[in-house]
């Protein structure tokens, strides 16, 4: 449960893995420093449902985007887009590379010509649309790409495990997911 709660916090108070810390003496009123970074992000998987939020949310941050996806496409997002919901989302800061996660010169496009500032991994799908090794072939690409440009920053997020996709989670994520939930 406090692993859930500090989750949410970090949320809720809008704090950013890619922020800086800024001593509250940088502040010239006193008050709390922004933390927006006008930092570029790498989305992999930028089309999936949570990983659109992340795109939506950085670009209204006004931080640049390079997301990957297999259509080489990104909608709004259902949950915060209203009325734009679901329309093609388009921006200045987006780039949308189309290609796949498991070819590594794919994901080498993502980085190549850009700084990218850190990188968000929110692959997923159901293991008979992806295959069996989507996700460990992806993330190792992607890894090896950050370390190829020097890249420190990585954020990770899944939505396994939540509502009806429990019983799709390997048997080892469930374990993992279970001994976290005890804490």
């Known amino acids: 449960m406090r692993l859930s709660t500090s989750l949410l916090f970090l949320a809720a108070s809008g704090a950013s893995a890619f922020a800086p810390t800024i001593p509250a003496s940088a502040s010239t009123t006193g008050r709390r420093a922004s933390t927006s970074l006008d930092a570029t ?18 670009l209204k941050e ?3 985007v390079v997301g990957l996806t297999r259509s080489g496409k990104v909608a709004v ?8 919901a679901e329309k093609s989302l ?13 070819s590594a010169a794919d994901v080498a496009k993502v980085f190549d010509g850009r700084d990218i500032d850190g990188v968000i991994v929110a692959l997923g799908g159901k293991t008979s649309d ?3 090794t989507m996700l460990t072939d992806g993330t190792t690409n992607v890894i090896n ?13 899944t939505s396994i495990g939540a509502g009806d ?5 390997p048997f ?8 976290a939930s005890e804490y």
Not at 77 to 84: A, Q, T, Y
Not at 165 to 169: G, I, T
């Open 172 to 179: 080892f994520f469930k374990i993992l997911m279970m001994t």
């Open 41 to 58: 992000i790498a989305v992999i998987g930028a089309s999936g449902l949570t990983a659109s939020e992340c795109v939506y949310q950085a």
């Open 62 to 64: 006004g931080d640049t």
């Open 130 to 132: 992806v295959g069996e």
């Open 90 to 102: 388009t921006d200045d800061n987006l780039t949308v590379i189309a290609g796949d996660v498991t």
């Open 165 to 169: 996709s429990e019983n799709q989670a």
């Open 77 to 84: 997002p259902k949950g915060s887009g209203g009325s734009d």
């Open 145 to 157: 790409s950050m370390k190829d440009k020097g890249v420190k920053r990585l954020a990770v997020v």
